[in-house]
């Protein structure tokens, strides 16, 4: 519907501007922009203004410069991520043709987008390997990651992997759940209604799924390896201690840009 009249689009941002979207243009030029005709619009329009994410009407998410996969019911991945993208790409970078592990990898949006940046002439240079315990997330995670750029496993974090990944990991990331049981009623209503919980919660201290990934992360990654998870500014103190007891060294670093923040942990093998 690319010859949409102003009328119609007027409409369209007054109808999203009413049900609460803060950037009502913006979302208002891209469901337009998706919809093959004013019948498919409707239906799209209707689902935004009763509350669903936009990115599960689009069917997509912008991450990382990427158009990544979403479905309903898959956790919808966060800007503030692309800052643990950044820091594994400069990893990426200075140790070209380094394996990967992206855990509790969602959409695999994290590790598409590292693929993405260090393609050269088409084809990774990143050996990517991703793992998630929801079957939903797994196959979309396997649609972003398609064509060779990944190979996607089901299962409980390192318990989905094969063995022979074991000791061979130069680049682990983890965008694991964070948020305090007791605070997922304070999440914004799209996320409190539409997203999994099982991609939200962390536990009682936001925390469980970071002391599962720090403790095994040594017999998975390579000597001189990196682990990365990101957290929020408030527990980086908690998570870095955590990486420490498991031993690894640590380091916590923040972009205020973004408002992101994660840990990492080097393996002395």
Known sequence: ???????????????????????????????????PSRVALDALVARRVAGHPLEYVLGWAQFHGLRVWVTPGVF???????????????????????????????????????????????????DLYAADIDPVAVACARRNLADGRGQ???????????????????ILLANAPYVPTDALRLLPTEARLHEPQLALDGGVDGLDLHRRVAAEARRWLAPGGT????????????????FLRSGLTASIHHDDDLDATTVTGISGG
Do not use: K, W
């Open 152 to 170: 996607v496993f089901e299962g409980d974090l390192y318990a989905a992997l094969p063995t022979t990944l074991r000791g061979t990991i130069g």
């Open 227 to 242: 682990l990365l998870i990101e957290t929020s500014e408030q527990q980086a103190e908690a998570a870095a201690d955590i």
């Open 76 to 126: 919808v991945p966060r800007r503030r991520t692309e800052f643990l993208v950044d820091q594994a790409l400069a990893l990426a970078t200075a140790h070209p043709n380094a394996r990967a592990l992206d855990l509790c990898c969602g959409s695999g949006a994290v590790g598409a987008a590292l693929v993405a940046a260090t393609l050269v002439d088409g084809a990774p240079t990143v």
């Open 1 to 35: 519907m690319q010859n949409t009249d102003h009328a119609l689009s007027a409409d369209l941002v007054a109808r999203l501007r009413s049900a609460g979207c803060v950037l009502a243009e913006d979302e208002a030029r891209l469901l337009i922009e998706a919809a």
